[in-house]
């Protein structure tokens, strides 16, 4: 089992331009979650999927949309990208809400 | 929403020394998890841990949801124990601890 993949590992936008952050989990979990680490701060949840076919915002949900396109894939998409979106965006995974949450190894992302 | 507050924020020690960090949150907790992110970056399950005490070698954790704290316990460091250790309660992330383990 890979776990939780995320794609790509490492990107560099401009002010403005528009990506799609990929990420899949081979473990049949029903929810799905996006976060994002900004340096020396803990994780920020973006948006979350607790099953496939709903999105739910989380804390910080301005300026992303996010598509749950299957149980096992969860996108994360960057409309106009700005400088404060620079992160590290993590991907996780989990059965159900009382049970252990999974990370995918992350996405560097910096907008210039 | 949830406040989740964790303490030191950073720990030096000495190769095999033990040492405790604690999670604080400010409401009842449905789920709790400890994670260890290394240095290069990887959030690595160590406890699902939203009540009671669990042990997994060196590393043992226990949760009081009546008081609202979990604590880590750390016993004979070692080098390859340096990094972040966060706190997550119900998807909310505390500031994490940062803990270096000196040879």
């Known amino acids: 089992n890979a776990g939780v993949t995320q794609t790509p590992k490492f990107q560099v936008l401009k002010t403005g331009q528009s990506m799609t952050l990929q990420c899949a989990q081979d473990?049949?979990?029903?929810?799905m979650y996006w976060y994002r680490q900004d340096p020396g701060m803990g994780l920020r949840l973006i948006y979350y999927s607790a099953s496939e076919g709903t999105t739910d915002k989380g804390e910080v949900p301005n300026g992303y949309n996010v598509s749950r396109l299957n149980k096992r894939e969860f996108s994360l998409r960057l409309e106009s990208a700005a400088p404060s979106q620079t992160s590290v965006y993590f991907c996780?995974?989990?059965?159900?809400?009382?049970?252990?949450?999974?990370f995918g190894p992350g996405t560097r992302l910096l907008v210039l | 929403g949830i406040q989740v507050e964790q303490s030191p924020p950073d720990l030096i020690l000495q190769e095999g020394a033990n040492s405790t960090l604690r999670c604080n949150f400010s409401?009842?907790?449905?789920?709790l998890q400890w994670f260890h992110q290394n240095p290069w970056g990887q959030l690595i399950n160590l406890f699902y841990?939203?009540?009671g005490t669990k042990q997994n070698g060196r590393l043992s954790a226990t949760t009081v949801a009546t008081e609202r704290y979990s604590l880590l316990y750390i016993s004979s460091s070692q080098t390859t124990d340096s990094g972040v250790y966060f706190c997550a309660v119900d998807m909310r992330f505390g500031a994490g601890t940062r803990l270096t383990v000196k040879p």
């Open positions: 841990i939203p009540s």
């Open positions: 996780a995974s989990r059965w159900g809400a009382l049970e252990t949450q999974y």
């Open positions: 473990m049949n979990h029903n929810s």
């Open positions: 409401d009842s907790v449905n789920n």
